[in-house]
């Protein structure tokens, strides 16, 4: 199973862009690259997932380097909303293997 | 279409008694995960089950813990005899059946989470 890293936590101001960015270096051929994000008090959050190269959606980007090894996640122009844990996730089975996250705080 | 359902939202338990977790998917899925997390810690898988069948249970206690998925009804996360150490928040996902995750837009393995079950042991 690959494992991840990724900062513990990040500060950033409203309207600002927030790049999080994870390792994994162990990442096989079928895995996935996946983010969730958690609110407190509640469950995990799908936010986007890809492959490789760029994928983009309503909510975030997602940047995947031709090695795999790493990925970026791109919020931009965050709001006070945002606050919340961010998981990066490597997913080629049934479980999902989640670290500690990186917490980000937003400020006005 | 409403979102995966667990209940209690908050359940309280003395050290040995038992504690009942409940998981309604939502409408039309048929797979049902389990995760554990403690204060500070990222989410640990526990169980996945399909109707009626436990598929993998890799990350269950060995004792003390059982999960079931009937034909009918909620899934449930049994928990005997409680101890201090299973406190935790519980959280249930649910996912569609594999062939229909394309016809839904839903990526790969995407799993769909409930609010979760905070139990306190006393």
């Known amino acids: 199973l690959a494992k991840t890293t990724q900062p513990i936590s990040m500060d950033s101001y409203e309207g600002q862009e927030v790049n999080i960015t994870c390792s994994h270096n162990?990442?096989?051929?079928?895995?996935?690259i996946t983010w969730y994000q958690q609110f407190p008090s509640q469950g995990p959050r799908f936010i986007i997932q890809g492959y490789k190269t760029k994928v983009t959606n309503e909510v975030a980007s997602l940047f995947i380097p031709a090695d795999r090894k790493s990925s970026t996640l791109s919020l931009p122009r965050v709001s006070l909303s945002d606050t919340a844990v961010y998981y990066c996730?490597?997913?080629?089975?049934?479980?999902?293997?989640f670290g500690k996250g990186t917490t980000l705080s937003v400020s006005s | 279409n409403a979102g995966v359902m667990q209940n209690p939202r908050h359940l309280v338990r003395r050290r040995g008694q038992e504690a009942r977790l409940r998981c309604s998917p939502m409408?039309?899925?048929?797979?049902v995960y389990w995760y554990r997390q403690l204060p500070e810690e990222g989410l640990k898988f526990m169980v996945y089950l399909q109707k009626e069948n436990i598929i993998d249970e890799s990350g269950m206690p060995k004792e003390r813990f059982s999960a079931e998925f009937p034909k009918e009804g909620p899934s449930i996360l049994r928990i005997q005899q409680v101890v201090r150490g299973d406190s935790a928040a519980y959280f249930c996902?649910?996912?569609?059946?594999?062939?229909?995750?394309?016809?839904?837009?839903?990526?790969?393995?995407?799993?769909?989470f409930g609010p979760g079950t905070r139990l306190t042991v006393l």
């Open positions: 409408k039309g899925h048929s797979h």
């Open positions: 996730l490597v997913v080629g089975g049934t479980a999902l293997i």
């Open positions: 996902a649910s996912s569609p059946p594999i062939d229909a995750r394309q016809g839904a837009s839903v990526s790969y393995n995407e799993q769909f």
């Open positions: 162990n990442i096989a051929t079928n895995d996935y």
